[in-house]
């Protein structure tokens, strides 16, 4: 009987050991929608992102950073389908950063928040040669704040949350503006 007791006794301190389920991270990237055929030779994804270790820039610290969220997507939903055509397509990912900033509050019956904001530009430009036929972009940010005493779980899902935002609008903005010349 001891034993048996001894034994309950463990496994319930197991399972209260247990760690908390994580969020799954998912950022869309249009990898479930039809990718759209762009009448030049060649699609071109380039990033200019600079790359920050230090607050207030935390996008090391994400599952995904906004520039590989952005360039996954690019790669997705563009290619090209006429490849003797002399004209290239190049998506120019600029900015992709994700900043925090602490906002203390006066009151102590208020909670301190973290203010995260995601800030981007993306262009998207028809070139023949070095000549840029067309060139359109976008440029946005998302902004989320939370308590700075939120659990990890909270913070991803607010991450996940702006970067989607963000897709959908790059998304919506940049493939219902191509002229039909390049569909």
Same mark, same amino acid.
């Given at each position: ?6 034994? !309950? ?22 990898? #479930?929608?039809?990718?759209? =055929? ?20 935390? $996008? ?6 906004? $520039?590989? =969220? !952005? ?8 290619? =090209? ?7 290239? =397509?190049?998506? !120019? ?12 509050? +006066?009151?102590?019956?208020?909670? #301190? ?28 940010? +998302?902004?989320? +704040? ?5 659990? !990890?779980?909270?913070? $991803?899902?607010?991450? +996940? ?9 790059? /998304?919506?903005?940049?493939?219902? /503006? ?6």
């Amino acid at each position: 009987m001891r034993t048996f007791v001894g034994a !309950l006794i463990g496994f319930c301190f197991l399972v209260a050991c247990q760690g908390p389920d994580l969020h799954s991270f998912f950022v869309d990237t249009g990898q #479930d929608k039809q990718p759209i =055929a762009l009448n030049v030779g060649a699609v071109q994804v380039v990033s200019q992102v600079s790359s920050f270790d230090r607050l207030p820039h935390i $996008e090391n610290q994400l599952p995904v950073s906004p $520039e590989q =969220a !952005l360039t996954d997507w690019a790669k997705n939903r563009f290619y =090209a389908y006429n490849t003797s055509s002399p004209i290239k =397509a190049r998506i !120019l990912i600029e900015e992709a950063y994700m900043t925090q900033e602490d906002r203390k509050n +006066e009151a102590w019956y208020v909670f #301190d928040n973290v203010s995260y904001r995601l800030t981007y530009k993306i262009v998207l430009s028809f070139m023949k040669g070095s000549d840029t036929l067309y060139s359109q972009s976008v440029i946005g940010f +998302e902004m989320e +704040e939370i308590p700075m005493k939120s659990s !990890l779980t909270k913070k $991803e899902q607010t991450f +996940e949350k702006m970067m989607n935002k963000m897709i959908q609008k790059v /998304d919506r903005k940049l493939t219902d /503006d191509i002229p039909n010349q390049f569909k």
